[in-house]
Each structure stands twice: as structure tokens, then as C-alpha cells.
T-cell receptor
Framework: GQQVMQIPQYQHVQEGEDFTTYCNSS?????IQWYKQRPGGHPVFLIQ?????EVKKQKRLTFQFGEAKKNSSLHITATQTTDVGTYFCAGSTTSGTYKYIFGTGTRLKVLA | ETGVTQSPTHLIKTRGQQVTLRCSSQ?????VSWYQQALGQGPQFIFQ???????GRGNFPPRFSGLQFPNYSSELNVNALELDDSALYLC??????????????FGPGTRLTVL
């Protein structure tokens, strides 16, 4: 079945360093969403990408959707301790039953 | 906060029992999706309800069933509980009829433990 993988699984960075997580789908996606989940919390929507090659920025966060719409990335510049959490991508597909497939997640720890 | 509420917060059941989890969607949202999140994993899509009808289903057995009510609130029912059903159950509401451009707003979840 369709799978969405993320790498790395874990990332520890020093505060101020950059961080990137990559999301790869086994099938072409209609769109992709990114979520952040703090420890003990629930996923919080960050952004949605729809177009091939799309790049969106939110302050220190940069999101990219691949040209083939099978991969995406999230880059955080100059991490802060408030960036701690697990970042999930979630892709949707119009093949078969509509549903969102969440990635495996990347857990980010920021060391002060 | 998203305005999506879930009850109960925590629940402990034994194998073979049945459980009902509840979700109230955000005001103005007509679509509710349910997800199962095992510890250390990403949320897994169970099913979605739109206008009181099931609008999509993931790879979960029929003992996982749901309802949506006219006020768009929803229930998730799980029969014949198994140990592997222990997880955080999340509901997410959205406003656009379950279309693929929907933004989903998650509730705080119900932590189910099956002993």
C-alpha cells in the first residue's frame, strides 16, 4: 500500500543550528500538509502545499513540494527551543478512497 | 486551541470490551476524521464522516465503526478490544466536506489503554 516515509527519525541540534526533515511518498500526492506535535500534545497544522515545485515560507520555516509531487521537505533556520516536537508530513491522494497518509515523523530536540 | 473537543481524556478497558469515544467538531466544520496514533508513530487514518455518511476508510477492521450526528459531532466505536488497540485516538474536524484541500484541526485526543 501507499507509504510516506520521513528521514531522519530523530534529530538533535544545538540551538541556533538549522534542521531539515524530508518526506518521501511511494505514490504521487495531490497535496501535502505539515503538522507539528509537541510532546504529549496533538498535531497542529502548519501549512499545505499543492503545486509541483511549490515553496512556502513561514518566518524561520521553509516548506518545499517536489516537482514530481512525491517528496517534500521542511527546513528550520536557526532553531529555537520552542521548535521541539515531532514534525509530520501528511499526503493525500485521489486514487482510491480519499484519505491522508501521515509520515513516520521526525522528532526534533533542541539543546540550549 | 482548535475548538475540537474529545471525551474522555483517558480510558482503561480490558480485552474483549467495547468502547465509545466522542468528538465535537469546531464550529462551522462539517467533516470529522478519526485517527489512531500508537506510541512513537504517526497518526493512522481510520475513517472520515461527512454529513453523517462515511466518506473514506483506512485499513481498519469492521470492529472499528463510527457515527456522525446532525450537529456534526462524531463517535468512534471499537468492539472486541485487543491489546494492540491501545493508542491515542485523535479526531480532526475540517470545513470543506472532506475535500483533499481540507485543513484539519485536531482535538486533544483520547488515550485508550487495553489491559
Amino acid at each position: 500500500g501507499q507509504q510516506v516515509m520521513q528521514i531522519p527519525q530523530y534529530q538533535h541540534v544545538q540551538e541556533g543550528e538549522d534542521f531539515t526533515t524530508y518526506c518521501n511518498s511511494s505514490t504521487t500526492l495531490s497535496n501535502i500538509q505539515w503538522y507539528k506535535q509537541r510532546p504529549g500534545g496533538h498535531p497542529v497544522f502548519l501549512i499545505q502545499l499543492v503545486k509541483s515545485g511549490e515553496v512556502k515560507k513561514q518566518k524561520r520555516l521553509t516548506f518545499q513540494f517536489g516537482e514530481a509531487k512525491k517528496n517534500s521537505s521542511l527546513h528550520i533556520t536557526a532553531t529555537q527551543t520552542t521548535d521541539v516536537g515531532t514534525y509530520f508530513c501528511a499526503g493525500s491522494t485521489t486514487s482510491g478512497t480519499y484519505k491522508y497518509i501521515f509520515g513516520t515523523g521526525t522528532r526534533l530536540k533542541v539543546l540550549a | 486551541e482548535t475548538g475540537v473537543t474529545q471525551s474522555p481524556t483517558h480510558l482503561i478497558k480490558t480485552r474483549g470490551q467495547q468502547v465509545t469515544l466522542r468528538c465535537s467538531s469546531q464550529s462551522g466544520h462539517n467533516t470529522v476524521s478519526w485517527y489512531q496514533q500508537a506510541l512513537g508513530q504517526g497518526p493512522q487514518f481510520i475513517f472520515q464522516y461527512y454529513r453523517e455518511e462515511e466518506n473514506g476508510r483506512g485499513n481498519f477492521p469492521p470492529r472499528f465503526s463510527g457515527l456522525q450526528f446532525p450537529n456534526y459531532s462524531s463517535e468512534l466505536n471499537v468492539n472486541a478490544l485487543e491489546l494492540d488497540d491501545s493508542a491515542l485516538y485523535l479526531c480532526a474536524s475540517s470545513a470543506s466536506g472532506g475535500g483533499w484541500l481540507d485543513t484539519q484541526y485536531f482535538g486533544p485526543g483520547t488515550r485508550l489503554t487495553v489491559l
